[in-house]
């Protein structure tokens, strides 16, 4: 096997793959990314296309969002999968992937599956990264649950997921008004 050389075009040094349906993608996703961003040289945010689940957001809704939001980083690669994701991975020149905790309960599923991954490709490790003590709490699913009742998650997601949530749940843009003892 040839050692690929510093500046071949196939090189882009330390790839970690983040895979997830980020459905929608949060602060809690963004953190993960930023911080693996000083353990890697680029980050591929693989958006899963998941039959089982209902997604909220369309594969190209989610993928233009992504690429909007991480714009302005590029170490940041979204791209997006179909079936098994070490089929996904075989074509990368990852090692490694990534995934978020938040809880103790996160560990035992992400563990489950990252066991499988490693019996069904040896060579790739994962790599659990808890989440910013500032989101640990925040789920794709709560913020849809939150947005979807009319609440905010402004600070919890990008402004621009806030505002494709409550055009996706036709809510209108709120207008802050203060409660007091006139009312």
């Given at each position: 096997?040839?050692?690929?050389?510093?500046g071949d075009?196939?090189?882009?040094?330390?790839?970690?793959?983040?895979p997830?349906a980020?459905?929608?993608?949060?602060?809690?996703?963004?953190?993960?990314?930023?911080?693996?961003?000083?353990?890697?040289?680029?980050?591929?945010?693989?958006?899963?296309?998941?039959?089982?689940?209902k997604?909220?957001?369309?594969?190209?809704?989610?993928?233009e969002?992504?690429?909007?939001?991480?714009?302005?980083?590029?170490?940041v690669?979204?791209?997006s999968f179909?079936?098994?994701?070490?089929?996904y991975?075989?074509?990368?020149?990852a090692k490694?992937?990534?995934?978020?905790?938040?809880?103790?309960?996160?560990?035992?599923?992400?563990?489950?599956?990252?066991?499988?991954?490693?019996?069904l490709s040896?060579?790739?490790?994962?790599?659990?990264?808890?989440?910013?003590?500032?989101?640990?709490f925040v789920?794709s699913r709560?913020?849809?649950?939150v947005a979807?009742?009319?609440?905010?998650?402004e600070?919890?997601?990008?402004?621009?997921?806030?505002?494709r949530?409550?055009?996706?749940?036709?809510?209108?843009?709120?207008?802050?008004?203060?409660?007091g003892?006139?009312?």
């Amino acid at each position: 096997m040839a050692k690929k050389m510093k500046g071949d075009k196939n090189d882009m040094g330390k790839v970690a793959i983040y895979p997830g349906a980020f459905d929608p993608l949060t602060y809690g996703h963004i953190d993960i990314v930023e911080r693996a961003l000083e353990i890697f040289d680029k980050v591929i945010l693989a958006i899963a296309h998941d039959a089982e689940k209902k997604s909220l957001f369309t594969m190209e809704e989610r993928i233009e969002m992504a690429k909007l939001i991480f714009k302005d980083t590029p170490h940041v690669i979204v791209d997006s999968f179909k079936g098994l994701l070490v089929t996904y991975v075989e074509k990368t020149n990852a090692k490694v992937l990534l995934r978020g905790l938040r809880a103790t309960s996160d560990f035992e599923y992400e563990f489950h599956m990252a066991s499988m991954n490693r019996s069904l490709s040896t060579h790739l490790d994962t790599l659990f990264m808890m989440t910013s003590k500032d989101y640990f709490f925040v789920s794709s699913r709560t913020i849809k649950q939150v947005a979807k009742l009319g609440g905010t998650v402004e600070g919890l997601v990008p402004e621009l997921v806030a505002r494709r949530l409550k055009e996706k749940f036709k809510l209108p843009v709120s207008k802050k008004r203060q409660i007091g003892w006139e009312d």
